[in-house]
Each structure stands twice: as C-alpha cells, then as structure tokens.
C-alpha cells in the first residue's frame, strides 16, 4: 500500500513556462513534507521542503503548496529551464517515525524542452 | 566538508553471494539511513542509525540483509546469498540529526545475475 503517490510518471514542459508536479498521501501522521531531485547516476538532490503548519514555501524558481485537508502537494516550477529535466521524489515524514526516515513516491520525470 | 559517499558505485554479483555495500556519511552527522531504488519505483526505506542507539530495522526486506555503523560513523550493509531481486540501487543518507534535511549519497547500483 503506497503511502505517497505520484500519479504522473512523466511530464514534458516548454522552456520558460510552469511545470507543475503533483504528489498524493494517505498518512495523516505525516507533517513534513520534501522534493528531491535525481539525476541519472546520483543521488537524490534536496530542492525544498514544507512543514505542515504552512501551506506554501517558496524558493526562488520553486514553490510547494501543501493542502492537508486533500492530502495533496504540488512542486511549481518557473520559469522551466532545460537543466531542470530530472527524476523528481515527493517525501514525506510524520510524527509516528521517530527515525525521521523518508516515505517517497515514485517520481516523476521531468523534460523541458528548449 | 565533503557529501556522503558510497562503494563501490557498482557492483555486479551472482545469485547466492554475499556483497557488502559502504556508506561514508557527511563528518559530524550522527544520523544514517539506508534505502533501494528498485528499476522504476520510488526509494524504499532500509534502516537508520542514530548516535549510539540501537539501529531501526524495520524496513530491511529479509534476514539476508543487514547493516551496521562502526565508531559512529562509516557504514557497511551486507546482503548474504544475493538474490536477483536484489538488483536495485542502494542509497545512503546522512544528516545531523531527526528532522532536517537528508543528504544522499551517489548510490551503489547492485546487479545480481
């Protein structure tokens, strides 16, 4: 039973507008919330990250919006850049992991295209 | 000072072996988590050390895995009598402590034929 789910396994965007990815959970314990970005061959890159007394952390090109009540995050992107094109992980932790580990979802590839 | 890093950064294996995958964390941090990436799938949580306690093993599939931290620092996690299922790339994670951000390492990328 997958507790975080990214329901689009791919999304291709055009230079310069908004990508926008999207992430589902079920756990209610969980009250922090990251995107990471993968390359080919490395690892798991943090971008940014949302506690969920927030409903939006902004940084830069890239903004997560947290609605609790729908149990849904979004990453935005924009502008889009080609360099941005990666695997991106939704995770999350919550208050019944003492351990802090990371529950992922199963990533979305990202293509901008010039 | 450096990221995490791992080795070997492959490892190709036959069924039925032992191998032993190592993680060197970020100096200072006293959290460690490993996880897999199966092809095509999301990270999927392994076990995570913090400071001297007993390690979490919770998500460690089967007995043929296991892992430990020496000196609190370098980890080493060991799968005995491989199985294709294996085949996955292994990441390790560091951070300074429960709660902030994890730091990935490059990942080992296991293929048991």
């Known amino acids: ?66 609605n ?33 580990m990371l529950t992922f979802g199963g990533g979305t590839r990202l293509m901008v295209k010039p | 000072g450096a990221g995490v890093s791992q080795s070997p950064s492959n490892k190709v294996t036959e069924k039925g072996k032992d191998v032993e995958l190592r993680c060197d964390p ?28 007993a390690p979490d093993k919770s998500g460690l599939p089967s007995d043929r895995f296991s892992a430990e931290r020496t000196g609190g620092s370098v980890s080493t996690l060991t799968i005995q009598r491989t199985q294709q299922e294996d085949s996955a790339v292994y990441l390790c994670a560091s951070t300074g402590g429960a709660y902030e951000t994890q730091y990935f390492g490059p990942g080992t990328r296991l293929l048991v034929l």
């Open chain 1, 1 to 66: 039973d997958q507790q975080v789910k990214q329901n689009s396994p791919s999304l291709s965007v055009q230079e310069g507008r908004i990508s926008i990815l999207n992430c589902d959970y079920t756990n209610s314990m969980f009250d922090y919330f990251l995107w990471y970005k993968k390359y080919p061959a490395e690892g798991p890159t943090f971008l940014i990250s949302i506690s969920s007394i927030k409903d939006k952390n902004e940084d830069g090109r890239f903004t997560v919006f947290l």
């Open chain 1, 68 to 100: 609790k009540s729908a149990k849904h995050l979004s990453l935005h992107i924009v502008p889009s850049q080609p360099g941005d094109s990666a695997v991106y992980f939704c995770a999350a932790s919550g208050r019944d992991n003492a351990g802090n």
């Open chain 2, 26 to 53: 970020i100096s200072g941090h006293t959290a460690l988590y490993w996880y897999r990436q199966s092809l095509g799938q999301g990270l999927e949580f392994l076990i995570y050390f913090q400071g001297n306690s």
